[in-house]
């Protein structure tokens, strides 16, 4: 599914952000990426999501370089990706329902269908009886919910989340990883960027650690 090969990411001025980094993520496998502030875990997520590109090396993601897709091809190339971000990114003029729609009407998904299936994934996520209030009408931990069903909505094959719980307290949090753990178990990749080793060790997942945009550790964990 993802497959990193000798990966380097320098930004202007100089500044290595990733160095020499390869690893591989198989289809269905469930794995975290961890390391210091800067470490450069947000970095491999973008270049996943082609918001940024390496400076050297491969990286193919569902078996396509993603460094060399054509700019009419990012947006379909993106359906296939899930993201859920740390400060939820959600439109606050919105209602829930509409946050969750976006993607499938960006996508040009018949009314009828974008219905069903952002109700779907809003009773994935326990907040179906709040499709119609706005998100600042909702808790720390709803909001994130809310992002999550953005994030699947489309049924992407691989979701990714940068610091998914960075902002909720620990009985939310564990809330939020076990949507994450649910979502590997129906079959979907899922790769999270996250500092919270009390989620990371109860998880009993696969653990890449970085430090300084290396890879310098690889832990492997259960299925």
Do not use: C, W
């Amino acid at each position: 599914m993802i497959q990193f090969s000798h990966v380097f990411k320098r930004y202007p001025g100089g500044f290595d952000a990733l160095k020499d980094v390869s690893f591989e993520l198989a289809q269905g496998e469930m794995a975290f990426i961890t390391g210091h502030s800067g470490a450069g875990k947000s970095t491999l997520l973008k270049l996943i999501t082609h918001i940024e590109v390496p400076t050297r090396g491969s990286l193919l993601v569902n078996h396509k370089n993603v460094a060399r897709l054509a700019r009419r091809q990012l947006p379909y190339f993106r359906r296939s990706v899930g993201v859920v971000f740390q400060d939820y990114r959600l439109l606050t003029d919105r209602t829930v329902f509409d946050n969750v729609a976006l993607p499938l009407v960006v996508a040009g998904v018949p009314a009828r269908e974008t219905g069903r299936r952002v109700r779907a994934a809003l009773e994935k996520v326990g907040l179906l009886q709040k499709e119609r209030i706005f998100p600042l009408q909702l808790s720390g931990g709803e909001q994130q919910r809310v992002g999550i069903a953005r994030a699947v909505v489309n049924r992407p094959p691989l979701l990714l989340a940068d610091e998914p719980t960075g902002n909720l307290d620990a009985a939310l949090s564990d809330e939020i990883m076990e949507l994450f753990l649910d979502f590997h178990r129906h079959g979907t990749t899922v790769l999270i960027a996250s500092h919270d080793q009390r989620l990371i060790a109860s998880s009993g997942k696969r653990v890449l650690e970085l430090r300084l945009g290396e890879v310098v550790a690889d832990h492997g964990g259960g299925a």
